[in-house]
């Protein structure tokens, strides 16, 4: 394989799938056809029973600047379309997700970035939303989750400007979770990802749909507790003084 490719590369290990973005020519941005293989990707992660926790990160010191511009010039949207279906796919992904940001992480990078669970980011790092500068239409969608993410004012100040914003500014608006010094950043991810993959797999599911606001699950997820035992594992866990041995997983 030519290493100087546009491409979505993925390792799991030690229960996290790591997605990394790699476009070393342009900042890492997207292609058309990396966004059109990110779905399939995530598809098949989900199913992996090996994977409690995904990770989406940048090659070298980018997060991602965006999609190639150069696709962009297909005035049918299709670029778009392809970006839409792959944030979609990434909201939906089923266990927690983390985006690892360092760097530029702009346009169709800070799409990406909103659509996973938290987001946390090394100090230097700049963010943008960036489509007036393009005379695009963002997408509805996307509008929705970000204004959901960081509130109305903010998410218009990004939109409307598609000025970058630091650190500081993305942690006071919500837009990432934790901002870390310089060079610990893949340590604190590490940690973290750790601690995920060792909790309920049922409570994680079950907070994430319930986050997003969807209100007919609530029998299905007591059913879910009832059926798994994890609860009773989880009392008697702390009862004992042990690491619980939680069985339930997506998919189940």
């Known amino acids: 394989m030519d290493r100087t490719e546009p491409r979505l590369e993925h390792t799991v290990a030690d229960g996290a799938a790591t997605v990394v973005i790699s476009n070393a020519a342009k900042r890492n941005a997207m292609t058309p056809a990396m966004w059109s293989a990110l779905p399939g990707l995530l598809e098949r992660l989900a199913a992996d029973p090996a994977v409690r926790v995904l990770v989406l990160t940048g090659a070298g010191d980018t997060f991602c600047a965006g999609a190639d ?48 669970d938290l987001r946390f980011a090394e100090e230097g790092a700049s963010f943008g939303v960036t489509p007036a500068k393009l005379g695009i239409v963002y997408a509805a969608s996307s509008t929705r989750r970000l ?92 009862l004992e003084r042990r690491a619980p041995r939680f069985t339930w997983t997506t998919g189940l």
């Open 147 to 238: 204004v959901a993410l960081i509130g109305p004012a903010a998410a218009k100040h990004l939109l409307f400007s598609g000025e970058l914003i630091d650190t500081a500014r993305a942690l006071r608006t919500g837009l990432v979770d934790e901002v870390l010094p310089a060079g610990e950043l893949d340590k604190r991810v590490d940690s973290y990802v750790r601690t995920l993959a060792e909790r309920s797999q049922l409570t994680q599911a079950a907070a994430k749909e319930f986050a997003t606001g969807r209100e007919d699950r609530d029998v299905y997820w007591a059913e879910q507790a009832r059926r798994s035992g994890d609860t009773a594992e989880g009392v008697a866990a702390f």
């Open 69 to 116: 511009i150069s696709s962009l010039r297909d005035a049918q949207g299709g670029p778009q379309a392809l970006a839409v279906a792959a944030e979609e796919a990434l909201a939906a992904f089923p266990k927690p997700t983390l985006a690892a940001v360092r760097g530029y992480c702009v346009g169709g990078g800070s799409q990406l970035a909103a659509a996973c």
